[in-house]
C-alpha cells in the first residue's frame, strides 16, 4: 500500500514563512499542493512534474516555491511572504507513476494572522 504523508503548516504572522513537506513511498508523475479556505472550493495552487514542468496559481507566484527529489519521492513547499489570504488547510497531492492512481496527504492548516 502506498504511502502519502505530509507535514508542516501552522500559526505565522504576516509576512513570515513555513514550509510544508510531502512524500511517498513509490515513485510520483506530480506532486503539488492544493489549499482550501472556509467556504471555498479546493484550488490547485502548485504542481511540480517529474521531467521539471511546474506551474504555480498567480495568486503565489514570486512567494511559493516547490522542489521536488524524484530519487526520494518527496516534495517540499517554501512559503514566504505570507498573507492572511494564504490561510486554509493545505493538501499535498500527487500521481503515481506507474498505475496513475492520484493520493492526497491528510492535510495540515496554515493559519496567518498577527
Known amino acids: 500500500q502506498v504511502q502519502f504523508v505530509e507535514s508542516g503548516g501552522g500559526l505565522v504572522q504576516p509576512g513570515g514563512s513555513l514550509r510544508l513537506s510531502c512524500a511517498a513511498s513509490?515513485?510520483?508523475?506530480?506532486m503539488g499542493w492544493y489549499r482550501q479556505a472556509p467556504g471555498k472550493l479546493r484550488e490547485l495552487i502548485v504542481r511540480k512534474f517529474r521531467g521539471g514542468s511546474t506551474f504555480y496559481k498567480d495568486a503565489v507566484k514570486g512567494r511559493f516555491t516547490i522542489s521536488t527529489d524524484n530519487a526520494k519521492n518527496t516534495a517540499a513547499l517554501q512559503m514566504d511572504n505570507l498573507k492572511p489570504e494564504d490561510t486554509a488547510v493545505y493538501y499535498c497531492?500527487?500521481?503515481?507513476?506507474?498505475?496513475?492512481?492520484?493520493?492526497w496527504g491528510q492535510g495540515t492548516q496554515v493559519t496567518v494572522s498577527s
Open positions: 513509490t515513485s510520483m508523475y506530480y
Open positions: 497531492n500527487g500521481q503515481d507513476f506507474e498505475t496513475e492512481k492520484e493520493y
